[in-house]
């Protein structure tokens, strides 16, 4: 990471022996890897990360047939881990999450048009960066800022996220790195062109974390979720406690 400890950090440091996905390597290829170092009881913790999910909805949509099609696959890869598992092991915790949810883009704006056509210039007077989901300006004097604010106003398919609501979300930075202004659009309308592709795809996240699609999944096979675990980064804290658990147990 940037910056700050991760949950790989954390397993060293409690010298707990982990497996973790090796994105050079297939999602297949990672599955038997995991299986094997289950079987050979090498680890006390596994963080399996599959992206071809991702990639499929970002292609096809999220109401693509496609797409339980690929989760039953993954069904069954999960079954035969959490079968390896059971097999070696006294006590199999199993949490299985998303980092994010999936909306469909029907919709598509060309917000680079409406601003290159204002008097002001993009590098002397201000910097923007377009995502597929929002676009984030700075600015080099009033006038500039002035403009594309009266510009982003007239644009219906987003809004300017206010300072007090980034706060809510601790996406307020002091230094304004992440952007002076951000312009979100609503979920399901897609920025084209942007800095991440010419071509519109078909589904994409990235939208308010309100937005009925923005909502991710996190399942278990242990009676309960802790109360305290509402947002995504809180899954740090079930990992942690997790792999503690499996080291308490080792020692005992
Ligand atoms: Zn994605």
Request: hydrophobic letters at 40%.
């Amino acid at each position: 990471m940037n910056r700050g400890p991760n949950i790989f950090d954390f397993l060293v440091e409690n010298k707990i022996p982990y497996f973790v996905t090796d994105t050079t390597k297939s999602e297949e290829q990672n599955r038997d890897d995991i299986i094997a170092a289950i079987e050979a009881e090498r680890v006390d913790f596994v963080f399996q990360y599959w992206a071809g999910l991702d990639g499929l909805l970002h292609m096809v949509g999220n109401k693509s047939p496609e797409v339980p099609a690929k989760l039953r696959v993954y069904e069954d890869w999960i079954e035969k881990v959490l079968a390896a598992a059971k097999k070696h092991y006294s006590e199999v915790h199993l949490y299985i999450f998303s980092d994010h949810g999936m909306a469909n883009c029907d919709e598509l704006v060309d917000l680079k048009a409406k601003i290159d056509a204002l008097p002001v210039k993009m590098e002397k007077d201000y910097a923007v960066v377009y995502d597929s989901t929002m676009a984030r300006f700075w600015f080099f004097n009033d006038n500039a800022r002035k403009q594309i604010h009266e510009s982003l106003g007239k644009v219906p398919e987003g809004r300017i996220m206010p300072d007090d609501e980034l706060q809510r979300y601790r996406a307020l930075f002091p230094d304004r790195k992440f952007g002076e202004t951000i312009f979100l659009m609503r979920e399901g309308v897609l920025i084209v062109p942007s800095h991440m592709g010419e071509r519109p795809i078909r589904a994409m996240h990235g939208y308010h974390p309100t937005d009925p699609q923005s909502y991710a999944t996190l399942c278990t096979n242990q009676p309960a979720i802790p109360d305290d675990v509402t947002h995504i980064p809180h899954i740090c804290r079930i990992m942690e406690k997790t792999a503690l658990l499996a080291k308490e147990k080792n020692s005992a």
